[in-house]
């Protein structure tokens, strides 16, 4: 219970550095749930298998952190807001996908993962066929719940479609990245841009269009979060236990699978991971909400860098040792 949390008690310190009212109405978290509240309703019904939409539920209200939804509303915030219809729906589209994501990586033919956010995941609670269907549901229901958003803006339908369709598709998406695990040979940095990169550039994209900005200036900040975000995941796989990320750990160990650490190093895959939250502040994109956003940035590195390196038997280094009581916190997040 101590990383949830910490997890939660970190999210809501970066929201107050946005200057977001922390009231039940207002807060990030409570948008996002009451969205995606509205989402399973719009995508399921009274006709609905009671199994299946048991299951829906089940994968989507599991506890994560929504840091992918948090980031759109911190984009659409940058970029001058936004309709709250077509921000909300951006939001919950790009967290239902990652969720899907969630329940198919879990499966028996990918990781064969047991637990999940700390409880069993999808296929062992619900069984692998109804697993996929979770997973083939939240998908569909991630692209509903956007043309339902955007009924009074029909302009901003077809980008934000084609953003949300570019991070989970075949081409450079979450698909392309999960493939990429059954390849003989493969570029780190490619595998890490598609699986994990990819739907976090699809954020700040769909964030950026919400808000009437430019994607295109947002993108390259959304795939250093991404690849930040593998990275430490990766190093949490190392380090973490099941009990503080909720999650089998050793997974890339026992899969044979690309890992950060095992290309890098522990000390490469830490440098790498202190350049690439360097870098985020250097590309945001310019705005009246610049200085907010970047102390939006600051908030998120400093508090996640995953520090507790004496849990690996290293000596600590102070530039990577800022926040010591938060070392699996980042990589925890990477699944949030």
Known sequence: MGIVHCLRETLQSIDRLQ???????????DRVERTLERALKLSTSPDTAPRLAEALRYAVFSGGGRARPRLVFAVARACGGGPS???DAAAAAVELLHCASLVHDDLPCFDNASMRRGRPSVHHAYGTEIAVLVGDGL??????????GCRKEPAM???LVSAVAHGVGAARGIVAGQAWESEPMLDLHAYHRAKTGALFEAAVRVGAIAGSGE???WAPLGRLIGEAYQIADDIADVSGTMTSLGKPVGQDVRLDRPNAVKSLGIE???ARLTRLFRQMRDVAPGSSER??????VDGLCTRLLPARRSELNHEPNRELNREPTVAPLFGALATA
């Open 85 to 87: 219809a077509v921000v």
């Open 19 to 29: 200057g977001v009212p922390q009231t039940p109405a207002v807060s990030p978290k």
């Open 291 to 296: 200085e907010v956003f970047l102390r939006w």
């Open 215 to 217: 994607p295109e200036a």
């Open 157 to 159: 339908l077809a980008p």
């Open 139 to 148: 998908i569909v229901s991630a692209f509903e719940v956007l043309a339902e």
């Open 268 to 270: 490469g895959a830490h």
